[in-house]
């Protein structure tokens, strides 16, 4: 018996030898998702854009939800828009890694097929589309606040880690669901509670004391404080935190790739 | 050299309620055993040497399809051991990969990374799969727009067009029109000739004699028989045989006998006694071939015949209970295993009256032998009861009396066609008639 990190690291090798075959993948994920469609690519952006106009209004509007004093901003849009964009990244990565695995089962059993870069691909397609998101939400930055703090080059430490943590729960979700179908149905269910009692809507503060841990073990209230902390406070962000969120992302990440190496042998049995 | 070792290999399969306890046992939170068991594959050991063809056959269900996924590692075995040298491609189903929304063009760059090649290797082959796939401008239309035999081409122009050491072949060429099905043989010939090794799971039993070097028989996860192709395909044709028995319903046919056979004393008739091989011999004894012999125009026993000469084959049978609808026949095969003819009475025209228990029959068959490439040729004769449709096998010889044909003419292929040959010449350049 090897030792994990052994084979964790041949695992991620053999992902990086294929690298050819992901890039492929990742484009025919993104084109599959808009190919045939009129507005194309547009639809990445106007998805977002509707939530964000919708929840405004629900929340700023009808509500009366003001950002507090010390967020960095006085828009409610922006400040949504810069916490939702990690959440939805996370989001979909995730609900569309759970199925991938049957929907390519054809793949999977008929041709000597690396299953485990199929979450991946679905992730860097997810990339691809937060980096969209990520580029508006910048020009309304400048645009708005007419300046850009230092700390936004934390932001593609808080990102990477986020992508290891997202494709960690993909890949066990992705394994999982190949054997039970309601994976996916409980992960909608999950996703929906974690979407709420992640400070998105509010900020953190807003939590009740005692049920603050929620939010101390939530990485992705971490990665959201994060973005905010370095796109609208323009503050440091707790390094303490960050550290804790380093080590909890890498032992997801490789936690979930050394299970879905060993489950994805009885993949061909079940499928 | 070794292509293919394969030691004791075993593979289970468990079958569970439901997939939580699949789960639950995977992960070792269930309390002990949760599944039935199911044995696909149980200690098949066999090897197959770099350059050679071996044909897999069986019946549905008798795990073929499963020991080729294991060859091609996209399965793991549960016990014994497989070795496989070399790259492998493996075509278990076509198109497995193809997007229906892409171009053709698309799927044949993404089929290659699936099967390990990289944008800058595809494009050298791409030339290639595009001239066998003939599906011109289509190649930039989505694959939805293409006729299924169009599909069919591009994939598999593309499984073959990767290179591989050792090429996997499922059912593929079952699907597609003739011209499909001469085309992939045709490749298959090629990549075979030219030192790939290659193994094919497959129903059709004439391209496993044709084609294989070397053949094995499986049921119920076993290998019933390993070797010479024509061997392994008699043993499967006796194996469908002793399977069906039991199960046909014969509905008597409407043929009414011929007055052509003559009730003849036992010991005026001629009786053909002597059965010099048997190579495989089946069937439900209700009755017995007594013997067969190949005869000259005096009615003299011969070993070899010529080409143009009237031989005329004998074959003896006795009845062991009253049987209805009677058929003696025969088939010949060249020293290939490849059926050239086969008749019968009932075929040929002239069925046999009902039998009674303890009659014997001889039937001969005169024919004017055409012009066959010469070389060693044998008759497996048989008899049977029911129609020509629905008949059940009372007593087949494989390959009972072998015999050489010669010809006094040179003879290229199976067989000589004569034919009127007349031929047009034009003039040569500059010189206009008249």
């Not at chain 1, 469609?37 to 106007?46: D, L, P, R, T």
């Not at chain 1, 290891?164 to 509670?193: E, P, Y």
């Not at chain 2, 996860?221 to 044709?237: A, F, M, S, T």
């Amino acid at each position: 018996m090897l030792a994990p990190w052994v084979i964790f690291s041949n695992f991620l090798r053999k992902i990086y030898i294929q690298r050819s075959l992901i890039r492929n993948f990742v484009v025919r994920d993104l084109r599959t998702r808009y190919i045939g469609s009129f507005m194309g690519f547009f639809w990445s952006v106007i998805h977002p854009i509707v939530l964000l106009v919708s929840y405004t209004f629900v929340f700023s509007v009808i509500f009366g939800v003001r950002p507090r004093p010390d967020a960095g901003t006085t828009s409610f849009p922006l400040f949504l828009f810069c916490s939702i964009l990690p959440w939805l990244f996370f989001q979909d990565t995730l609900q569309r890694s759970s199925t991938i695995v049957i929907e390519n089962a054809n793949l999977v059993t008929k041709t000597l097929f690396p299953s485990e870069i199929l979450p991946l691909s679905v992730m860097l397609a997810g990339v691809v589309n937060h980096l969209i998101g990520f580029a508006i939400l910048l020009c309304i930055l400048i645009f708005t606040l007419g300046k850009i703090s230092v700390f936004i080059l934390l932001i593609p430490v808080y990102f990477v880690l986020l992508m290891l943590f997202t494709l960690g729960l993909s890949w066990f979700v992705a394994g999982l669901n190949v054997f039970v179908r309601d994976v996916s149905q409980i992960l909608s269910v999950v996703l929906t509670f974690w979407f709420w009692f992640t400070p998105i809507f509010y900020s953190t503060d807003r939590f009740p004391a005692g049920m603050r841990f929620l939010v101390h073990w939530n990485p992705l209230a971490q990665v959201v404080a994060g973005y905010r902390d370095c796109l609208l406070r323009m503050s440091m962000p707790d390094m303490g935190i960050l550290a804790i969120l380093g080590v909890a992302s890498l032992l997801v990440f490789a936690g979930g790739g050394i299970f879905f190496r060993v489950i994805k042998r009885e993949f061909v049995d079940v499928l | 050299m070794r292509a293919i070792q394969v030691q004791n290999l075993s593979k289970r399969y468990r079958i569970y309620r439901s997939p939580w306890d699949k789960l639950r046992e995977a992960t070792g939170l269930g309390p002990g055993k949760l599944h039935r068991e199911f044995w696909a594959l149980k200690d098949i050991s066999f090897s197959l040497d770099s350059g050679r063809t071996l044909g897999i056959i069986g019946q549905n269900g008798s795990g073929k399809s499963t020991l080729l996924q294991i060859l091609a590692g996209i399965m793991l075995q549960t016990g014994g051991d497989c070795f496989v040298s070399g790259k492998v491609s493996a075509l278990l189903e076509l198109g497995s990969g193809f997007n229906p929304e892409f171009t053709g063009r698309e799927n044949v760059f993404m089929n290659g990374a699936i099967l390990g090649l990289d944008t800058r290797q595809m494009e050298k082959r791409f030339d290639d799969i595009a001239a066998f796939a003939e599906i011109g401008n289509f190649m930039d239309q989505p694959v939805k727009t293409y006729s299924s035999g169009m599909f069919m081409r591009l994939a598999f122009a593309v499984a073959v067009n990767v290179d591989p050491d050792i090429l996997l072949v499922d059912e593929a060429l079952a699907v597609g029109d003739l011209i499909f099905q001469h085309r992939c043989m045709h490749r298959m010939n090629h990549l075979r000739d030219g030192g790939k090794t290659i193994v094919l799971v497959t129903h059709d039993l004439d391209a496993v004699t044709k084609f294989c070097d070397q053949a094995l028989l499986l049921d119920g996860g076993r290998i019933l028989e390993n070797g010479k192709p024509d061997l392994v395909v008699q043993k499967y044709h006796a194996l469908i045989f002793e399977r069906e028995r039991g199960r046909i319903d014969f509905s008597r046919s409407n043929e009414s006998p011929d007055r052509s056979s003559l009730f003849t004393p036992a010991d005026k008739m001629p009786i053909a006694r002597s059965i010099p091989n048997i190579d495989h011999r089946f069937g439900s004894k209700e009755a017995s071939i007594l013997g067969v012999e190949l005869l000259d125009e005096q009615g003299n026993p011969v070993a070899e015949a010529f080409t143009g000469q009237i031989i005329t084959i004998r074959i003896s049978a006795q009845f062991h209970c009253e049987i209805d609808q009677p058929i003696l026949g025969y088939t010949l095969r060249n020293r290939l295993g490849i059926e050239i003819s086969a008749s019968n009475t009932t075929f040929a025209g002239y069925p046999l009256p009902p039998a009674q228990k303890g009659q014997i029959c001889t039937t001969d068959f005169s024919i004017r032998l055409p012009a066959l490439a010469v070389g060693s040729y044998a008759l497996s004769p048989a008899v049977a009861k029911g129609s020509l449709l629905q008949h059940d096998m009372c007593d087949w010889i494989d390959n009972a009396l072998v015999f050489t044909i010669r010809s006094q003419d040179l003879i290229y292929g199976m067989l000589r066609l004569d034919a009127d040959v007349r031929s047009y010449i034009s003039c040569a350049e500059g010189q206009n008639p008249g």
